[in-house]
């Protein structure tokens, strides 16, 4: 109860409406923003449950006093005026949330309220919960695979192919006149050594010989240096 003067002057008690509350049987309050009060005669106000906020005062019951969190948003406290986003590295799919949620393995979020994570693309991956980012494949590796967990996802190049940075989807093919032997961490490819030539334009894994074509009374030799030219008949 409150106390109130009546219009003849008389000092008397009256009981706090709805959405009013009196703590010391001095005055009537009004329910402030984040709280409510349902019933008269009321000593304290009821505060806002968490996953629900509220920002009027006054207010008489849960659902006129107190709002869910949006999706993307989340407060974990009682009684709150405004939800928090949720951070980098979680989702908050429904409203109400109390918490956020991590993103799972193979998944992120880089940017605040976020209502679902992101899957790592290829030539990434991601093998830790709450991820802000994907890590990247190493350079001389690829990964086809989208969401992947692990750097296990990430495979050498296969001979005649390299992948010069890192984050590849796939390992590029060599270039003419240039070659990978093996499978491996390759960055970059070799260059054929002087004389020698790839068959086809990409893709090669060792070098031959370049063709010479000799003139007539000529022939091929190779020299002491490995290199193939062409020497008159004797």
């Known amino acids: 109860e409150g106390k109130v003067t009546s219009s003849s002057g008389e000092m008397r008690c009256d009981g706090c409406s709805a959405g009013e509350y009196s703590?010391?049987?001095?005055?009537?309050?009004?329910?402030?923003?984040?709280?409510?009060?349902?019933?008269?005669?009321?000593?304290?106000?009821?505060?806002?449950?968490?996953?629900?906020?509220?920002?009027?005062?006054?207010?008489?019951?849960?659902?006129?006093?107190?709002?869910?969190?949006?999706?993307?948003?989340?407060?974990?406290?009682?009684?709150?005026?405004?939800?928090?986003?949720?951070?980098?590295?979680?989702?908050?799919?429904?409203?109400?949330?109390?918490?956020?949620?991590?993103?799972?393995?193979?998944?992120?979020?880089?940017?605040?309220?976020?209502?679902?994570?992101?899957?790592?693309?290829?030539?990434?991956?991601?093998?830790?919960?709450?991820?802000?980012?994907?890590?990247?494949?190493?350079a001389g590796t690829s990964n086809l695979n989208t969401e992947s967990v692990s750097s296990g996802n990430c495979t050498v190049c296969e001979a005649g192919k390299y992948a010069p940075q890192q984050g590849s989807a796939a390992c590029q093919l060599c270039g003419k006149d240039t070659y990978t032997a093996s499978d491996g961490k390759h960055m970059n490819c070799t260059d054929c050594p002087f004389g020698k030539t790839t068959e086809g334009d990409q893709g090669a894994s060792t070098c031959v010989d370049k063709a010479v074509a000799c003139a007539p009374g000529e022939g091929k030799v190779t020299s002491s240096s490995g290199e193939m030219r062409c020497d008159g008949c004797s």
């Open 23 to 138: 703590p010391s049987g001095s005055e009537c309050l009004n329910c402030g923003a984040g709280t409510y009060s349902a019933d008269v005669n009321s000593t304290s106000c009821s505060a806002c449950p968490a996953g629900r906020y509220g920002v009027k005062q006054n207010q008489t019951s849960l659902q006129s006093a107190c709002s869910l969190c949006p999706r993307g948003e989340f407060v974990n406290l009682n009684g709150s005026t405004q939800c928090t986003d949720c951070p980098p590295g979680s989702f908050c799919a429904n409203e109400g949330m109390i918490n956020p949620e991590p993103c799972p393995r193979g998944q992120y979020t880089d940017t605040d309220r976020r209502e679902r994570c992101t899957i790592c693309p290829a030539g990434r991956y991601q093998n830790s919960t709450g991820a802000a980012k994907c890590t990247a494949c190493d």
